[in-house]
């Protein structure tokens, strides 16, 4: 997708499952795709401006399609880019060898 090409590595697209939520259709799932990124990611990006909300399966934290508008894409990926340099910056090893 457009948004997993925005971010760049680690990003993936997966497909997903969608619960409808709230008391309309309890247990009801919609297929839907996601952009997977590392389960790290996601307290971070709750903490950032603007959050982003991802949903923690199976080890990675997925950012739902189904539920970000086309027109946020820029946004979204900004947001997961800032935490991915983040991770880049505190991750020099200087413990003794």
């Keep these: 997708t457009a ?7 680690p990003a993936e697209v ?6 409808v939520g ?4 309890p247990g009801v799932q919609l297929p839907s795709v996601a952009v997977a990124v590392p389960v790290g990611f996601a307290a971070a990006l709750r903490a950032g401006t603007p959050a982003v909300v ?3 399966h199976d080890g990675r934290c997925l950012l739902d399609l189904r539920t970000i508008d ?3 894409d ?4 900004e947001a ?4 991915i340099g983040r991770r880049v ?3 020099s090893d200087d413990s003794p060898r």
């Design 14 to 19: 997966v497909d997903s499952t969608a619960a």
């Design 22 to 25: 709230g008391g309309g259709a």
């Design 74 to 77: 820029h946004s979204v990926a």
């Design 89 to 91: 910056g505190n991750s």
């Design 54 to 56: 991802g949903r923690v």
């Design 70 to 72: 086309p027109c946020d």
């Design 3 to 9: 948004l997993a090409t925005r971010i760049g590595a």
């Design 80 to 83: 997961v880019r800032i935490v």
